[in-house]
């Protein structure tokens, strides 16, 4: 892939996912290391923990743009309020996900190894180490609004949207609610992780 200079302030795609990871690192460390006697989080506090995680999610991802992609042909037929409400479940996954994948992280190590930059798209590579796996975790950005944006993200080679697009291709022909959507984008994560070879822990709401 071709690098291209960077004009203006425009933060890198690597810094980009970097500071993604880190913000919500510190975000589920400081909801852990609650002082002696206050108990367990409350409530409030998860609330609180998720959208802080939601937000970074939203600056971070693009999510309408995946949205469309796992869609795929079906995205057209739906009406603006169906496409609103899957851009929403999809936003809220991400946000599990990342939540799950970090709370993880303390099982792995895990390594920025590249960043490819072409025109208005560029690949940020990771390489994740555990005792027994070794595995690739790339970043499919595009630049939008001036900023970087995921709108994929590749497992050993396996793309998650086009897991998802697969798993909705079927579904997306019937009338489907919040639960079955839900309960699709799950299963599309673990057919993108078992393909890939690295079987992922599921997210909690």
Not at 14 to 36: E, F, N, Q
Not at 40 to 64: C, K, M, P, S
Not at 120 to 133: C, D, G, K
Not at 159 to 184: E, K, L, N, T, W
Request: aromatic share 8%; proline share 3%; with cysteine.
């Amino acid at each position: 892939m071709a690098v291209s200079a960077f004009k203006g302030h425009v933060t890198s795609p690597g810094a980009v996912v970097k500071s993604a990871m880190t913000r919500v690192t510190t975000i589920l460390k400081s909801a852990r290391s609650r002082p002696p006697g206050q108990g367990a989080l409350t409530r409030q506090d998860l609330q609180r923990v998720h959208g802080e995680i939601r937000r970074v999610a939203n600056e971070v991802f693009d999510t309408e743009q995946m949205a469309r992609g796992m869609l795929s042909r079906h995205w057209a037929t739906r009406t603006p309020a169906q496409q609103g409400e899957f851009v929403r479940l999809s936003a809220d996954f991400l946000e599990r996900s990342c939540a799950s994948h970090v709370t993880e992280s303390w099982r792995v190590t895990i390594l920025q190894v590249g960043e490819g930059i072409d025109g208005n798209f560029a690949m940020v590579t990771w390489r994740i180490f555990t005792l027994r796996t070794l595995a690739l975790l790339v970043y499919r950005l595009h630049l939008k609004n001036g900023r970087w944006k995921i709108y994929d993200v590749l497992l050993n080679g396996e793309s998650f949207v086009a897991a998802c697009r697969s798993q909705f291709d079927h579904a997306m022909s019937r009338p489907s609610d919040v639960a079955s959507i839900q309960a699709g984008l799950t299963e599309a994560l673990h057919r993108w992780s078992r393909a890939a070879g690295l079987e992922l822990s599921s997210t909690s709401p």
